[in-house]
């Protein structure tokens, strides 16, 4: 197996783990031990969720496996595999956040106004998924599918502003049912995933991305 596919991984498992011994720390001051399985299920889910993601882009750039094994049904079932996993990061966050409801010391609708100004982002970012960028993109046709790297990075919609429409934005997802919740637990959950897709950009789609694309 090509050395590529672990490239920057140890580096990836290095801040995983900080990032693991931060949010314990926290957890033990901030988790109500009814949320506590709810917290650990939402934050092992990540983790899987961005394992599945490194371990089949990486296959398939480097080794070229799902589609020797699979032919073009790789992708489907790489992709089945991140919605699955994606809806059951988000959906673990609201139980987590409804399990947790009322901890945070804060008036409830200023965090309600915070969460709709986070919402705003989101539905343009899906948007301009949905319009300009394609789903099968943002989920990594392009490790798939050579097709697609003849394709120049889109700057229409939300990517006028950034590259990293997904990551940026995207991910502020992840707070909202934190904040209209009012939620210590999942807001704590909501930070891990949001700096934990962070150190999956760096780790791994970065490298990728100059890989297929050169830039």
């Known amino acids: 197996m090509s050395r590529l596919v672990f490239e920057r991984q140890g580096l ?34 990540a983790v899987l969720h961005q394992g599945w993601v490194w371990l089949c882009w990486r296959l398939e750039l480097h080794e070229g496996l799902l589609g020797r094994w699979f032919g073009p049904t790789g992708f489907k079932l790489y992709a089945a595999g991140f919605a699955l996993l994606a809806i059951t990061r988000v959906g673990l966050l609201i139980c987590l956040a409804l399990a947790d409801q009322g901890t945070v010391p804060v008036e409830g609708r200023l965090l309600d106004v915070l969460a709709t100004l986070l919402l705003a982002p989101v539905v343009y970012l899906f948007y301009s998924v949905a319009r300009y960028f394609t789903f099968q993109r943002a989920v990594g046709a392009d490790h798939f599918d050579r097709a697609y790297r003849l394709k120049p990075l889109e700057n229409r919609g939300i990517f006028r502003f950034t590259r ?37 950009y760096f780790c791994t789609e970065r490298p990728d991305m100059k890989r297929i694309y050169g830039a």
């Not at 990836?12 to 109500?32: D, K, T, Y």
């Not at 997904?166 to 807001?187: H, K």
């Open 12 to 45: 990836h498992l290095l801040l995983l783990c900080s990032l693991l011994a931060v949010v314990g720390i926290l957890a033990s001051r901030w988790v109500r031990e009814s949320a506590e399985k709810w917290f650990w299920a939402a934050i092992a889910v």
């Open 164 to 200: 990293n429409g997904m990551y940026t934005f995207g991910l502020l997802l992840v707070w909202l049912p934190g904040l209209y919740a009012s939620s210590q637990a999942a807001l704590l959950a909501a930070a891990f995933n949001h700096t934990y897709i962070w150190v999956h």
